[in-house]
């Protein structure tokens, strides 16, 4: 009997002396892990709604963590402003954007959450106003504007150019540019449509110095194509980008 307890007194002096010496985990190396550890995707399925200064501005729909259905946006004033469908975290179907009365003033084509197909503009009675055409993201050419009464606007500023030849005495050329109306706004850009887009990485922007755009061009005693390509994108009255195309032949074939 007394050998029995002698053997627990030493079992409970061992417990007491491997906490005492840290040995064991404390409570606070406990609660440091729980600190840090991550914590895993909750799953939330349903609506989460955001404020700013008690205003809602977005409506966001969930499934299973992930953004599906419809998302809304809106007006400092409590007004729709837009709608957007998601699939699996990616705008898909159509983006609506709401005039403040209620109206649709846009819808925008998405595919895996770029835009791809016709963008239609409206008016507040309902109206087209416009219809742009994108592939993968990219402009297309392909722009149509209407007046409040429905008749398709058929006139956009030309690209003009003259040149500045002064090959035989420094062995350069300057292409000068503008357009026919000269209040419009306009960015230049050197290169052609690429599969039928507008794609600016394979374009090279022009730039205006002292509201002037031209383009210098310098002898190369190589061959070199016969034209250059100039690319036009001018801002409508509607605010969007009518891309108007110059192809110009060069007066020598060496000219880059």
């Known amino acids: 009997m007394k050998t029995v307890f002698n053997s627990i007194v030493v079992l409970l002096i061992l417990v007491l002396a491997s906490g005492c010496s840290g040995k064991g985990p404390s409570k606070n190396v406990s609660d440091q892990l729980a600190d840090t550890a991550s914590v895993p995707d909750t799953g939330f399925t349903g609506i989460t709604k955001y404020y700013s200064d008690e205003l809602i501005v977005k409506e ?4 299973n963590g992930v953004m599906q259905g419809e998302t809304k946006t809106y007006y400092q004033g409590g007004q729709l402003n837009q709608t957007i469908w998601y699939e699996k975290g990616l705008r898909e179907d159509s983006v609506k954007k709401y005039y403040l009365e209620g109206q649709v003033f846009r819808s925008t084509p998405f595919r895996h959450d770029t835009i791809d197909g016709t963008q239609i503009q409206y008016y507040r009675n309902g109206r087209i106003r416009a219809k742009l055409k ?4 990219l402009r297309t050419p392909f722009l149509e504007e209407y007046t409040r009464d429905g008749k398709l606007i058929g006139e956009y500023p030309a690209i003009l150019f003259t040149i500045n030849d002064n090959y035989s005495t420094n062995g350069k050329v300057r292409i ?4 026919s109306d000269t209040t419009r706004k306009v960015k230049f850009y050197r290169g052609e449509f690429t599969n039928g887009v507008f794609d600016t990485t394979k374009c090279k922007l022009i730039p205006g110095i002292n509201g002037k755009t031209f383009l210098d061009l310098k002898k190369t005693g190589t061959p070199r194509p016969e034209y250059v390509g100039i690319i036009g994108a001018i801002l409508t009255d509607f605010g969007n980008r009518y891309l108007s195309y ?5 007066p020598y074939k060496d000219l880059n």
């Open 60 to 63: 966001v729909t969930f499934a």
């Open 134 to 137: 994108f592939i993968k993201g």
């Open 176 to 179: 000068n540019l503008t357009l």
């Open 246 to 250: 110059k192809k110009i032949e060069l």
